[in-house]
C-alpha cells in the first residue's frame, strides 16, 4: 500500500521520467503550468480568498514503436494552497488517455477522451458528451470544462465530406463536485431534510451510453446529426424516503437517470458571417413530468451569429430559447408550501426554473500589439435583473509565459438556495501561464 | 481623280482605324498576358513546406509563428490550402483549411481548435481580423485573387530595386469591395523575366501607402512554377513588418485527402 505522500509524489515523477523516455520514441512532450490566484468580488460579502493553485499538465503524444498507433496521455495535477489545502482528487489526475488507429476510411479510438459534439460554442446542445466540473470559478475555465469519458470511438469517413461516429462509453463520468451532504430546510416550508450525492469517479451503477452522428462539411454549409441514449452526468433526485408531514423529514438521495437526446446543427456562411442553428430535444424519464425529483424533457434551440465588427473585433451573439415541457405538473402528497420549496430547489438546480427561458450571450475579441495583447468579454443577458459580465484579458510575456486576468460578475447577488449547483459568486482572478 | 481621291480616304480611315484600336488591343493583351503569365507559375499542382512568419513591432520586438502549409490545386477553379501550426505553444496544433474559387465564389475556412476538438467554419474576416495570424498579410494576400470582381489597369514597364517589371494598377470593381479590403488600389510589379509577382504596393482608402508587399528570395521550381520563398509585407504607416519564409519545399503529389475535415482533426 503506497502512502499518500508518495503517491503524489510518483505522480509527479513519472510524467517527467516518460517524458525522458519519449524523446526515445518521438513521443511529443507538451505541458501547460500555471499558478493563480482568485478573490472573491462580491460587494455584500467579506473579502476572500477563494483559490491559489499550482498547476500542471503534461502531454505525451505520438506514434508507439514505429507503429501507426498513436498513444495520448496527459494528467491533471495540481496543489491548492488557498483558502486551504488540497490537490487534485485521484478520479481527476488522469486527464485523457487513448490509443488511436487510422485504419482506411475509418479511425478508431479507445480510452478516456473528450469528445465534443455541436456547432455552436456556448451552451451547445448537442454536446453531451461528459459531465462537468460544476463548482468552476471562471464559467469558461478552459481547465476545468468537459470531463473526458473512457470509451470505444469509432469513426467512419463514407467520403471526404462525411462522417460517422459512434461511441460507446461503459461506464461514464457524473458531473464533479465536491459535496456529498447537503441540508435541505426551510422552515415556511416545514422541511428539514439532507441531500445526500453520490458522486463515484464511474457510473458503475448506471452504465453503457451510446452516441451516433452524421456530420458533413461541405463548401456551402456543415451539419450534423445526432442521437444519445446515454446516463445522464448530472443527478435527479429520489425523494421517496421522505416521511412526515409538518415537517418533512428524511433523506434524498441523488441517481443517476438515462435521457434520449435527439438533435441536429447546421453552419454555413453569409458573406462576412457564419451562421449556425442548432436545436435538440432531451426525453428524460420523467415522461409526465409527475416526478419532481427527475428534470422534464426539454427542447433547446441556439441561434449563434459571428462576425467582425469596428476595428477587426470578433463578435459574436447567442440566442437561446428552452421549452420544459410538462414543468410542474403533476401533485404530491406533500403540503403545497412543501412542494413549492422542493419544485423551486430540484428546478433551478436542473437549469430548469421556468416553463420557457430565453437569453443572450455576447462575446467580443481582438488582439493587439502583433497579438500580444488579446481582451475579450462576455456578456449574457436573461431578461431579468441579472447581467453576467465576464471580462478577460491576456498578455504574452513571450512566446512561452503569458499573464492573464479576468472577472466573472453577477449584477443580481448569489441565490439563496440550498441546492445549488455551481458558483454564482463574483469574482476576478489573475493567473501566470508558462506552455512549452 | 475622284477614284484616287476615294481610295485615298479609304486608306487613310483604316489607318486611322488601326491606329486607334491597336493600343486598346496591345492593353487589354498585355493585362491578360501578364495575369496569366503570372497565374502559370504560381499555380503548383502540389506543395508543402515548412512556414515561418515573424511578426516584427515598430520598436524591434519579434513573435514568430511556425506552421506546415499544403497546397493542391483540386481543379482549375479550386485551390485548397492547409495550415497545421506548431509554434508557439497557444497555436500549437490549431489547423486552418481553406478552399479557394477562382470563378468567385466565396472562399470557405474551416479552423481545428485543439482545445475544444472542434471543427469550426469561419469566415476569412473573423480570422484574427482578416489577417494571418495577426500578421501584415490579409487572407487575400495568400489566396490566389479571383480574376472577378477587379479592375485592372496596365501602367507599362518600370523598375522595381532594381528589377525591370510591368506594372498594373488593380482595385475592387466595387466602392464595398474597396471599403471592406481598406485598399482603395494597388500597384502590382510582375519581373518582366518569368511574370513573377515581386512586389506590391497597397493605398488605402485616402489615396495614402498603406503596406509594401516584396519577394525578396523565389525557388525555380520545375517549368513554368515559381516559389516565393522570403516574402516581407510592411505597414508603412505603423512601422509593422512580417516576414514569411518558406523552407523545406517539396511538390510531389498530395492526396486530396490532406485538404478534408479528418486530417484537420488527425494528423
Known amino acids: 500500500m503506497i502512502s499518500g505522500n508518495r503517491r503524489r509524489t510518483l505522480l509527479l515523477i513519472i510524467p517527467f521520467l516518460l517524458g525522458a523516455g519519449s524523446f526515445a520514441y518521438g513521443i511529443d512532450f507538451q505541458g501547460t503550468v500555471f499558478g493563480d490566484y482568485y478573490g472573491s468580488a462580491e460587494l455584500s460579502t467579506p473579502y476572500q480568498n477563494l483559490r491559489g493553485r499550482l498547476f500542471y499538465r503534461p502531454v505525451l503524444s505520438g506514434p508507439l514503436l514505429d507503429t501507426d498507433l498513436e498513444l495520448t496521455l496527459s494528467t491533471d495535477l495540481y496543489i491548492d494552497l488557498l483558502p486551504d489545502f488540497g490537490y487534485t482528487a485521484a478520479e481527476n489526475v488522469l486527464h485523457e488517455a487513448y490509443l488511436f488507429l487510422p485504419a482506411g476510411p475509418s479511425d478508431i479510438y479507445a480510452g478516456q477522451k473528450l469528445v465534443s459534439f455541436g456547432k455552436t460554442d456556448v451552451f451547445s446542445p448537442l454536446n453531451c458528451v461528459g459531465g462537468n466540473h460544476i463548482y468552476k470559478l471562471s464559467l469558461d475555465d478552459p481547465y476545468q470544462g468537459r470531463r473526458p469519458e473512457a470509451m470505444l470511438h469509432l469513426k467512419f469517413y463514407p467520403s471526404y465530406s462525411d462522417e460517422l461516429d459512434l461511441i460507446y462509453i461503459p461506464f461514464p463520468r457524473p458531473d464533479y463536485g465536491t459535496t456529498t451532504e447537503t441540508p435541505l430546510s426551510d422552515s415556511s416550508a416545514d422541511l428539514s431534510a439532507t441531500v445526500h450525492f453520490s458522486r463515484p469517479p464511474y457510473n458503475i451503477d448506471s452504465p453503457h451510453s451510446i452516441f451516433l452522428a452524421y456530420s458533413r462539411f461541405s463548401d456551402s454549409f456543415d451539419f450534423q446529426l445526432l442521437y444519445g441514449f446515454y446516463t445522464n452526468p448530472t443527478p435527479d433526485f429520489d425523494i421517496s424516503a421522505l416521511t412526515g408531514t409538518a415537517p418533512v423529514t428524511g433523506l434524498i438521495t441523488s441517481r443517476y437517470t438515462r435521457v434520449h437526446t435527439f438533435g441536429g446543427a447546421f453552419s454555413t456562411s453569409l458573406g462576412e458571417l457564419v451562421w449556425v442553428e442548432e436545436a435538440a430535444f432531451n426525453l428524460t424519464e420523467d415522461l409526465d413530468g409527475s416526478d419532481m425529483g427527475v428534470r422534464n424533457p426539454d427542447f433547446t434551440l441556439n441561434s449563434q451569429i459571428t462576425g467582425t465588427i469596428f476595428g477587426g473585433t470578433f463578435a459574436q451573439l447567442n440566442m437561446i430559447y428552452q421549452h420544459i415541457f410538462y414543468f410542474n405538473a403533476g401533485s404530491s402528497v406533500y403540503a403545497p408550501d412543501t412542494e413549492a420549496f422542493l419544485r423551486s430547489e430540484f428546478n433551478n438546480y436542473f437549469t430548469q426554473p421556468v416553463q420557457n427561458i430565453l437569453f443572450f450571450i455576447a462575446h467580443l475579441h481582438n488582439s493587439f500589439f502583433r497579438e500580444k495583447l488579446y481582451v475579450a468579454l462576455n456578456a449574457g443577458f436573461f431578461f431579468s435583473t441579472e447581467l453576467y459580465l465576464a471580462p478577460r484579458v491576456s498578455w504574452a510575456l513571450s512566446d512561452l509565459w503569458s499573464l492573464e486576468a479576468g472577472a466573472d460578475f453577477w449584477t443580481a447577488p448569489p441565490p439563496n438556495r440550498d441546492l445549488l449547483r455551481g458558483t454564482k459568486e463574483d469574482n476576478f482572478y489573475i493567473r501566470v501561464s508558462f506552455a512549452y | ?267
Not at chain 2, 62 to 84: D, G, M, P
Request: contains cysteine; charged residues 25%.
Open chain 2, 1 to 267: 481623280m475622284k477614284q484616287n481621291r476615294r481610295l485615298t480616304l479609304s486608306l487613310i480611315m483604316a489607318v486611322l482605324f488601326l491606329f486607334l484600336i491597336a493600343p486598346l488591343s496591345a492593353e487589354e493583351m498585355t493585362v491578360k498576358t501578364i495575369l496569366d503569365r503570372f497565374e502559370e507559375t504560381i499555380r503548383i499542382p502540389n506543395l508543402k513546406g515548412v512556414l515561418t512568419v515573424k511578426l516584427i513591432a515598430a520598436n524591434g520586438d519579434t513573435r514568430e509563428i511556425e506552421a506546415t502549409a499544403f497546397q493542391k490545386q483540386i481543379s482549375a477553379n479550386q485551390i485548397s490550402r492547409l495550415f497545421i501550426f506548431d509554434y508557439p505553444p497557444s497555436v500549437r496544433d490549431t489547423g486552418m483549411l481553406i478552399h479557394s474559387f477562382m470563378n468567385g465564389d466565396d472562399n470557405v475556412l474551416w479552423i481545428y481548435l485543439p482545445a475544444v476538438k472542434r471543427v469550426k467554419r469561419i469566415a476569412l474576416a473573423q480570422s484574427g481580423g482578416g489577417y494571418f495570424m495577426g500578421s501584415d498579410f490579409s487572407y487575400s494576400d495568400f489566396i490566389a485573387k479571383s480574376r472577378v470582381g477587379y479592375t485592372r489597369e496596365y501602367l507599362g514597364e518600370g523598375t522595381l530595386d532594381g528589377v525591370s517589371c510591368f506594372m498594373m494598377k488593380e482595385y475592387g470593381a466595387t466602392e464595398e469591395l474597396r471599403r471592406l479590403q481598406g485598399i482603395s488600389y494597388m500597384i502590382n510589379y510582375y519581373r518582366k523575366s518569368d511574370f513573377l509577382m515581386v512586389g506590391r504596393d497597397y493605398y488605402d482608402l485616402a489615396g495614402e501607402l498603406l503596406k509594401e508587399y516584396r519577394v525578396l528570395e523565389d525557388l525555380a521550381l520545375q517549368a513554368p512554377y515559381i516559389y516565393p520563398t522570403l516574402i516581407t509585407m510592411e505597414n508603412k504607416q505603423t512601422g509593422h513588418k512580417s516576414v514569411i519564409q518558406v523552407t523545406d519545399i517539396e511538390t510531389e503529389d498530395l492526396s486530396e485527402r490532406y485538404f478534408t475535415t479528418r486530417y484537420l482533426r488527425n494528423r
